[in-house]
Nanobody, 114 residues
């Protein structure tokens, strides 16, 4: 089954770091991959994308702090998060961009609090 499974979330203090991983079933080598998050506003907002060529783009709220990467040989997508802030608290999802309804997983909870 085609799927994406996020992991690596957790509870961290402000200023801390986390790395999220997304293990996919493969078949996304030609897709732009993305990380979305759903925070207190309950809106899933794209925060980072990486094209199949490796071009990365970021939402202004995370640019400079987060780094998206992909390893197509391992069928994984990662999101390295640094200098985390309380407003980064959210459930993080990896998927294709633009997203497909059937590919939304459970997400990874990231909680940033002192």
């Amino acid at each position: 089954q085609v799927q994406l499974v996020e992991s690596g979330g957790g509870l961290v203090q402000p200023g801390g770091s986390l790395k999220l991983s997304c293990v996919t079933s493969g078949g996304f080598s030609r897709n732009t991959m993305a990380w979305y998050r759903q925070g207190t506003g309950n809106r899933r907002t794209v925060i980072a994308t990486v094209s199949h060529t490796g071009y990365a783009d970021y939402d202004e709220d995370v640019r400079g702090r987060f780094t998206i990467s992909r390893d197509d040989a391992k069928n994984t997508v990662s999101l390295a998060m640094n200098d985390l802030k309380p407003e980064d608290t959210a459930v993080y999802f990896c998927t294709v961009r633009p997203p497909l309804r059937a590919l939304w997983g459970q997400g990874a909870q990231v909680t940033v609090t002192s």
